[in-house]
Structure formats: C-alpha cells, structure tokens
C-alpha cells in the first residue's frame, strides 16, 4: 500500500476575481505501514489536500496514485476510491444521526451492500477497534453518549469500511486532556493493529512530533517542508515564520539554548531532563 | 475586596427528583470583584453548570447564587445579573446572530434599550477592546475562528458588564486563535473586568490569579496557581495536565536539585537555569 501525489494543484473560483490556489504544486510519497503527519497555518491547504485523496475534490492538474490505483483514470471509481480510503472530518460527531450506534456504524458497509452478517460483523469489529463494547452501547442512540464516545463512534462507522487508508482531520480537536490523550492513543493502536497507512491533521504540535514518521508541512497551498520529525522541527525558525509553533519540549530547549549533536530537535521530556542535568551539572 | 460573586451551598441536578445525579454537589465559593479566576476539570465535572448558575441561565436545585446583592432566583433581576455577569460560550458561531460584525456587537445594547450615540460609542470602543475595529463592516462568516470569538466578546463588552464569564472560548480554535483570545481576556482583566474563565488547559488557567478544580460536581482543589502545581501529583490523579514547566521542575527536585515551588513557567524557567549555567 502506498500514496503518490504528483504536482497537484487545485484553484479554488477559477476565473473569477477570487480565485485563489489552494493546493500548489504538491508532491509527496506515503510508503505502507507508516503514520503521516500534516500541519500548517489554518487555511494553509491542509484540509483540501486530504479532500483530494479520497476523491471528494478533484485536482485541476497533478496525479494522485493509491497503492498503483490512479484517481483519475477514466475506468477508476469513486466507490473503489472510498473503499480504500476513509476519511474522518473534524468533529465527526456532527455527522451522527442513525437511532442506535450500531445503524450509525452499519450505515456504510450496508451501502457497499453486504450481507447482514458481514455487517454485523464489521461493526462489532470497528466498535471494538475504538474501545466500545458491543453490548453496551451498540443500542444506545448516539446522542446520549459524552463527546469522547461520539468521536469514536463516528470514527468507527469509518472503520466498518475496512479503509488500507485512514484519514483523520484534527480528531482531537475540542476535547479535554483525558480525552484526548485516550483518543491519539486509539488512533496508534488502530495503525498498529491494522497496518493502514493514516494520516492525519493536527495542530498540536506534541503528538504530531510523538506520532508521525513523516511530516509534511503546508503553508499557502505549497507543501514547504517534509520529512522526519525531528528533522523538520529542527528548522524552527522557518517553523515559526509560517505561524507555526515548535513541540512544546523543543521550545524550551531552544530557549535553554541546548542543542543536540546532530542538530536534530529533541521532544522528549525524559532526553530533555538529561541533557539539562548535564548542562547543570557539568558547570558545578 | 468587594464579592461580586457569592455562591452558597449551590446544588444542582438537571431533573428534580430524588435519584439524579448532582451535577454540583453544594459548592461554596465568592469571586472578587477585579480578580482572575480559572475553573478547571473534565468533561462532565460541573465546570459549565456552574458558569450557567452565575448568569441565571440556571437556577439552583438548593442554595443560592448572588451577583453583587441580586440573587438569581429573583426574576426581577434578572436582567441586572445579566448585565453585571456577561458570558461568552465555546462555539463562535452559536453566538453571532447579525451579518455584519458591528451590527452584531450592536444587538446586546439594542436590547437594553440605550440611546443610538451612546450605542455607537459602546460598538466603536468593544471593537476597539478587541482589535476587531477594521473589521466592523465585515460580514463574521468571512472570519476565522479566532476573529468571530473576539467579535462574540466585543459583543459582550458593549454590554458594559463587570464580569465576564468565558466558558471555553478557545477549545475550538487553532493555536493562534487561542493565544489571540488569551490576550483580549487578559487585557479585559487588566482594565478591571472581573474573569471568570472556564477551560481544559492548564496553561490557560495558569495565567490566572486563582485556580478552582473541580471533579465530579465538587470543588477538589482551589488556590493561586503555585499552591495548585505544588501538588502536581494530585493533579495527575485527577487526569489533569500539568505545565512542562511544572512537570520538569518535579523531576529535576526528584534529581536533587533545589529548585523553587514558584517556577510554574517556561520563562521563569528558563531564567532559572540559565543563572546556574
């Protein structure tokens, strides 16, 4: 399984006085098994881009391969599109509306027109990938459940189609600490267990910079910086040019002024306590 | 100091009868008038039921909620409360009702019935409160989140109150946003306006002068911010985050360092080493 984005740009009001580029140019490569983080300026491009990957928007020029598979090869479908790839919008909760958790989740899959027991077992699997019990909630309605149990919900009725690709746009967005911490982890648990490729949007700079293999960084449409973690973050002054921040351990020691060898940007708190010992330390 | 908030022995359940969970389980606070206050906890911990008792969008199960000498089950009053205790809400775009922004900032003082000069006066001064005054013929959906919440605060300031009430104002925007907010609020603060501000983030509260934690409808902790990180374990236990700051300092007095309880930030942090360099 792989993603290929080739030179892809997308005009937002073509011809009229507007108009405005919403992707430039963009280019970049996801190989299997990997988590991909993207992060950029609000309006940078972010959410557009992920749009494109599973065909909701269309490029004006560019090419984007899923695993071989052309999006925009004439004998290529939407539908073998979205099988492929789930797409998890910000506050996917807003999006709820069957009577019970388990039609919400069953939703999709009935629309592939599976049988009922390949449904019902999709929707046990994917309430049991976001950590819900079956009995327990499948017949609760979804709108007596708290935020944290309407994410995973929708996140679930995404995973009943059994996507190689998930892409998740901010999917902790708005939640408080406990839950969000208990959501980012679910997230690398599904990735682990699944071997999917995701994706995903955020714009805390911490888990980005604790979860991501690669990052791509956009900024006015253009992807301007990609690669490792630590590599990209090591950039901070360009980081903070775009209106971006650093991962919160990488600012202060930036501001201690303590570097590693290799330049590379430290997010670690327990390498960080170490190296600030030492600095102290040694100095006594 | 004058109490411009009084809140005694407040309880609260959503339906009235006997087995429903108290969501405020007879809390006790005052708020002075001209501080800073933070109300922290989780999801579902009371925090936003009893930002709604201020304002008499609710009204107490038991006990009783005073703003200055007014309570609010008084009916009467409760459009003097309401002017005295302004509330701003989470979601910038529950709060806009008009298409342009200074309409919008216009419709609370409308409502009161005021003089169209001085409502002129009380736009252009809330818009300028806010650093929205270019913004003020602007239709708000154009906006970014950031910008539609300072306009749902400049609304609330046109209203001339002496206390606001901001019940997560940045949990749904992005982190410039957030930080653009956390300065309108900090300044409104600064010029004597009494702030009540709920939220989910730690560094948020820390700005405060005071910082009340509550946890299943109860007040668990309640002090200026040193007292609060001192006990930095607590705040773990109850699934709160803890400054990096704070979080560094704990592991560098575990290390044997002899560190001060009053470094809770990053810069006050960072000067601190820097010295023993």
């Known amino acids: 399984m792989s993603i290929k984005v080739e030179n892809l740009c ?109 449904i019902d ?30 994410r995973r919900v929708a996140i679930a009725g995404v995973l009943a189609m059994k996507p190689k ?5 901010e999917p902790t967005a708005g939640l408080d600490p ?20 995701t994706v995903f949007v955020s714009h805390n700079m911490n888990d980005i910079a604790n979860i991501s293999d690669n990052i791509i960084v956009m900024d006015k449409g253009k992807c301007v910086l990609q690669g490792k973690p630590e590599e990209v973050f090591s950039h901070s002054d360009f980081i903070k040019s775009i209106g971006l921040d650093l991962p919160d351990v990488t600012q202060l020691m930036k501001d201690l002024g303590i570097e590693r060898e290799d330049g590379k940007a430290i997010f670690s708190l327990d390498e960080a306590e170490n190296m600030i010992f030492n600095m102290i330390g040694g100095s006594k | 100091m004058e109490k411009i908030v009084r809140i005694e022995n407040l309880i609260f359940k959503y339906a009235n009868n006997n087995d429903e969970k108290r969501v405020l389980d007879d809390i006790s ?31 107490p199960t038991e006990g009783n909620v005073f703003v200055y000498e007014y309570n609010t089950k008084a009916d009467e009053h409760i459009w003097d409360i309401r002017q005295c205790a302004g509330m701003v809400f989470q979601n910038p775009d529950n709060q806009i009702v008009s298409s342009v922004v200074e309409d919008d900032v216009a419709f609370g003082p409308e409502n009161l019935g005021i003089e169209p000069q001085e409502i002129r006066r009380r736009v252009d001064y809330a818009l300028k409160e806010v650093d929205m005054e270019n913004f003020r013929k602007r239709p708000p959906h154009m906006l970014s989140g950031g910008q539609k919440q300072r306009v749902a ?8 109150p002496d206390c606001i009430i901001f019940d997560e104002p940045t949990a749904m925007l992005d982190p410039r946003g957030r930080k653009e907010v956390m300065k309108i609020i900090k300044e409104l603060h600064r010029e004597g306006i009494t702030v009540i501000l709920i939220t989910h983030f730690m560094e948020e509260a820390a700005q405060a002068d005071r910082i009340i934690i509550m946890d299943d409808g109860k007040i668990e902790m309640d002090g200026s911010p040193v007292e609060i990180f001192e006990k930095s374990n607590r705040l773990k236990e109850l699934n709160l985050d803890v400054p990096l700051a704070v979080e560094l300092r704990d592991r560098l007095l575990r290390k044997g360092l002899n560190i001060s309880k009053d470094i809770i930030d990053k810069e006050s942090m960072v000067d601190y080493l820097c010295q023993l360099k």
């Open chain 1, 165 to 169: 690709i998930l892409i998740l746009d």
């Open chain 2, 153 to 160: 605060i400049a609304g609330v300031v046109a209203m001339k």
């Open chain 2, 29 to 59: 606070i005052t708020i002075d008038k001209g501080s800073f206050t933070a109300i922290i906890g989780k999801n579902g911990s009371g925090k936003s039921t009893i930002a709604k008792n201020i304002n008499a969008l609710l009204l």
């Open chain 1, 10 to 118: 997308h005009v937002y009001r073509k011809g009229l006085p507007e108009e405005s580029k919403a992707l430039d140019e963009v280019s970049f490569d996801v190989s299997d098994n990997q988590i991909l983080g993207v992060i950029g300026h609000t309006g940078s491009g972010k959410s557009t881009l992920l749009q494109h990957l599973n065909g909701l928007l269309k490029a004006d020029s560019g090419e984007i391969s899923i695993d071989g598979m052309r999006l925009y090869a004439p004998e290529v479908s939407m539908l073998d599109i979205r099988k492929k790839v789930g797409l998890v919008f910000q506050y996917p909760e807003y999006q709820l509306f069957e009577e019970t958790v388990a039609k919400d989740i069953a939703f999709g899959p009935k629309n592939l027109g599976l049988t009922e027991e390949e």
């Open chain 1, 121 to 150: 077992s999709r929707v046990r699997e994917a309430m049991s990938l976001v950590n819900l019990d079956y009995d327990t909630f499948s017949e609760k309605s979804p709108f007596d459940l708290s935020g944290g149990q309407k």
């Open chain 1, 178 to 197: 406990k839950t969000h911490k208990d959501i980012l982890n679910m997230v690398v648990d599904i990735h682990r267990k699944e071997k999917n490729i």
